[in-house]
C-alpha cells in the first residue's frame, strides 16, 4: 500500500515516468508463490503495470523493482508524512527472505528452498520450529506495521488526504480490482463492495486491509492480522478474516440504527 502510494504519487507530480518500461530478468527476479515469479523468461513491464500486479495479486518481483526504485528512505519519509509511527521498511523482499535463510543456517532464501527438497520430515520440522524466530517475523527487527497504522493509511487513502488526488484515487481503483478474495470479502456478499490488499509471509503471517462499502455507501475501514505456526490451517484462517471483519461491521452498523 505504502509502495502502491508513492508509486503512484511519483506518477501523478512526473517525477516517474508511468510508462517507462523495465526489464525483469528471470534470474533476478524475487521468488513468489503467484505471478512474475512463476515465469521463466525475461518481462519487460511499465511502472504503472508493476503496481497493478503489486495490488491485485501480491506480485514479489513488482513490489520489490518498485522498492528500489524508490528508495526505503523515501517510503519510510511517506510513512512518517502521514502519522504511522509503527511502520518501518527495512529492505525489500528479497532481502527479507535471505535473512530468513540465513537464520535457518543456509546462504540464503534459495539455498534454502534447495535444501528443502530433499529435507526428510524430521529435517522439515525442525525448520518449521525455528522459522517464527527468524528476524524477518521479529517486528522489532524487521519491516513491520500495525493494523491501527493501516487503517490510518486506509483513511487517508479515501478521504483523498495521502497524497495527490490522483494518487489516492488510483490506489483506490486497484484495490478494488484485487483478485485474491478470500479474506475479509468472504465476510460481505453484493451489493457491499470490498476493495482490499492482503499480505502473507511463509505460512506464518496472513493479514489483510480493506474498506468495505455498503449498499447506502457508508464505508467501514478494517485491519485483520494474524500470525499461526507452519502448517496451520489457510483455509480457517483466511474464513476467520472475513467472519471477524464482518462481526465487527455489523457491531457498528448496529450501532448506528437509531433506538426503539
Known sequence: MLVALEAETRFADGSLDPRERVALGGADRTPGPVGLSLFEDDVTMSWRDMVVLMLTISDNPCTDALIRRLGTDALNATARRLG???????????????????????????????????????????????????????????????????????????????????????????MARQLTKHRIATGFRPPARVAAKSGSLVGVVRNEIGVITCPDDRQYLAAVFTRSRPGADDFAINTAIGTATACAVAHLEGCRQPSA
Open 84 to 174: 504511522l509511527h509503527d511502520t518501518v521498511i527495512q529492505s525489500d523482499l528479497m532481502d527479507m527472505l535471505d535473512s530468513m535463510g540465513q537464520d535457518l543456517g543456509h546462504t540464503g532464501w534459495l539455498d534454502l528452498l534447495s535444501w528443502s527438497a530433499d529435507a526428510s520430515p524430521d529435517e522439515s520440522a525442525r525448520v518449521d520450529e525455528a522459522l517464527p524466530t527468524t528476524r524477518a517475523l521479529d517486528p522489532e527487527k524487521d519491516t513491520r506495521t500495525t493494523p491501527r497504522d493501516m487503517v490510518t493509511l486506509l483513511g487517508a487513502l479515501w478521504s483523498g488526504q495521502a497524497g495527490p488526488a490522483a494518487a489516492c484515487a488510483r490506489v483506490r481503483a486497484v
